[in-house]
């Protein structure tokens, strides 16, 4: 079975621009999350869906920061504007109920 | 206070060593706990689930504090494989569903 995907696996962009980052769950699992890591604050919850609803969205940083998850098999998280702060590795990870988060290979964004 | 404190490293050991890893946690209402691990420019893999009565899973085994509030990680036997970063992880207070991770710690093994 494949693993979570993730695309694009890198973005560089300049800032201002639009940026869409697209994750494809596990098949079955009913929970996903998406994250951010930096060298500075590591991995950080950003929001977490489960049954497509999103639970929590606290760790969203700001306004300019919106997920959705459309169906059980795809989900997006937006930038608009981007910021050179912006410029991390966000992971995309998958869960059954209380199960193990499994991670998608994550997307290397690059805002200049 | 971070809600999960670990000490970053690098632990730098020769193979065959045996090295451990601690980390702290501020939540007393954490139940579930997990160690991590993650290659360079790799995303995060689950190594191991730590049990209140302590795990083992071949050279690896975890233990929970739960008074003092802390999560070990001991590897023996090192190998160069070993080398990665070692992510320390508790559930959230009120959710086993969102989960905190330390900020890890670096593990470099040499021949």
């Not at chain 1, 996903?32 to 060298?39: N, P, V």
């Not at chain 1, 992971?91 to 200049?112: I, K, M, N, Y």
């Not at chain 2, 632990?11 to 980390?23: D, L, M, S």
């Not at chain 2, 689930?49 to 070990?72: C, H, K, M, P, W």
Request: hydrophobic letters at 30%; aromatic letters at 12%; proline letters at 6%.
């Amino acid at each position: 079975d494949a693993g979570v995907i993730q695309s694009p696996r890198h973005e560089v962009t300049e800032m201002g621009q639009e940026v869409t980052l697209r994750c494809k769950p596990i098949s079955g699992h009913d929970y996903l999350f998406w994250y951010r890591q930096t060298m500075m604050r590591g991995l950080e919850l950003l929001i977490y869906f489960n049954n497509n609803v999103p639970i929590d969205d606290s760790g969203m940083p700001e306004d300019r920061f919106s997920a959705k998850m459309p169906n059980a098999s795809f989900s997006t998280l937006k930038i608009q504007p981007s910021e050179p702060r912006d410029s991390a590795v966000y992971f995309c990870a998958s869960s059954s109920t209380e199960g193990e988060q499994f991670f998608g290979p994550g997307t290397r964004l690059t805002v200049l | 206070r971070k809600e999960v404190e670990q000490d970053p490293g690098p632990f730098n050991v020769p193979e065959g060593a045996t090295v451990a890893f601690n980390c702290t946690y501020s939540n007393s209402a954490s139940q579930s706990f997990f160690w991590y691990r993650q290659d360079c420019r790799k995303e995060p893999k689950l190594l191991m689930s730590v049990y209140s009565s302590g795990n083992e899973d071949g050279r690896f085994t975890a233990q929970l504090n739960r008074a003092s509030q802390y999560i070990s990680l001991l590897i023996r036997d090192s190998k160069l494989s070993d080398s990665a970063t070692y992510l320390c992880v508790v559930n959230m207070r009120g959710s086993t569903d969102k989960l905190i991770f330390g900020t890890g710690t670096r593990l470099q093994v040499f021949p």
